[in-house]
């Protein structure tokens, strides 16, 4: 295990110089103590690496060094033959292309007696991001933004939120993500760096004038960071439900898995139904799952989504309960 840890750190020291103790602790997972040892092992065995201190120090190895390492270890096997099936965005960028040649001439880099492992696993593990329901978003200006993030060259955008509101503003563009088919601009404004949805940029122009990216910005750590806060300060609307069975079931097939222990900690009543409470987050979607739900579901609570929904079935059965008897009475006449 330790022998592993020590080709990631030499081989992360040789493709990102100048990282700190506590950077290369954070991507091997382990403590700075850990990589204290693991810098005197390495220097020990012979590779010229070297600490220097101040604001822009850190951890390197001497200039125009390189290990002669070609080889992976099973589960680095593993996942360069999994990464066959990247995220079909990338094509959106012209690079799905260009991932499948690379890991082709990757795969013949490999000492030949790997050769036969990675088709091995190839035919055995195949990882399909794209889901079979989820519609494509249409991203129109992702070219623009592609060639803002390579030049740092700043973007005047037009952005419309969750609610419609459109507004304009000029960002840095750090960096784009595909996250489950979805596209998002990493960017930097006056007030740090903002995730912008990539479907809800309409407009998108790149400016003369370029910035400088910050030099101690990490896109994983920051993406990560990101998302756990998001998950942590989305928006709440909460909905006290009464179910049937039937109508429990259908629901949680519409929810995320994650609702999951929310409906088991349901109360369950004698007539078999259950009451629980689910965040859909706004009301619109609440709404429109439950109604999509049909039958065997009550609203408790909050009394605005319940009369919201008895407004809707009033003008359903204005446009669709009186009137079809009439009509069907007006075909059975007879000329």
Not at 59 to 72: E, F, N, S, Y
Not at 168 to 190: F, H, I, N, Q, S
Not at 316 to 334: D, I, K, N, S
């Amino acid at each position: 295990m330790r022998a592993d840890r020590l080709v990631s750190l030499m081989m992360l020291l040789q493709t990102r110089p100048r990282r700190t103790a506590g950077e290369l602790a954070r991507e091997l997972q382990v403590s700075e103590r850990t990589i204290h040892r693991d810098l005197d092992a390495l220097s020990r065995s012979g590779v010229p690496v070297y600490a220097t201190r101040g604001s822009t120090g850190g951890v390197a190895l001497v200039d125009g060094w390189r290990t002669q390492l070609t080889g992976l270890t099973r589960a680095e096997l593993h996942a360069l033959a999994a990464m066959g099936g990247a995220p079909g965005g990338l094509g959106a960028l012209g690079l799905s292309g260009p991932l499948r040649s690379g890991l082709v001439k990757l795969a013949a880099a490999l000492p030949a007696l790997q050769q036969p492992a990675l088709e091995y696993a190839r035919q055995r593990l195949h990882v399909d991001a794209a889901s079979f329901f989820a519609e494509k978003e249409d991203v129109p200006h992702l070219g623009a933004l592609r060639d803002a993030t390579w030049q740092n060259r700043r973007v005047s955008l037009t952005y419309r939120d969750f609610d419609g509101k459109r507004s304009r503003r000029v960002v840095d563009p750090y960096a784009l993500v595909l996250k489950a088919e979805r596209w998002y601009l990493v960017a930097g404004t006056d007030a740090g760096p903002r995730v912008y949805r990539g479907a809800r940029i309409e407009a998108a122009r790149l400016r003369s004038e370029t910035f400088e990216r910050p030099a101690r910005f990490d896109l994983l750590a920051f993406w990560t960071d990101w998302c756990a806060r998001f998950a942590e300060q989305r928006a709440s609307y909460e909905v006290t439900l009464r179910l049937t069975q039937e109508a429990e079931a259908t629901l949680r097939r519409m929810r995320p898995g994650a609702d999951a222990p929310r409906f088991d900690a349901g109360t369950k009543a004698r007539d078999g139904r259950r009451t629980v409470t689910v965040d859909f987050e706004r009301q619109s979607i609440a709404l429109a799952q439950v109604l999509e739900t049909g039958r065997g579901v009550e609203v408790v609570a909050p009394l605005a989504l319940r009369a919201r929904l008895v407004d809707l079935a009033r003008g359903v059965l204005a446009a669709h309960g009186e009137a079809a008897p009439a009509r069907r009475r007006a075909r059975a006449t007879p000329p």
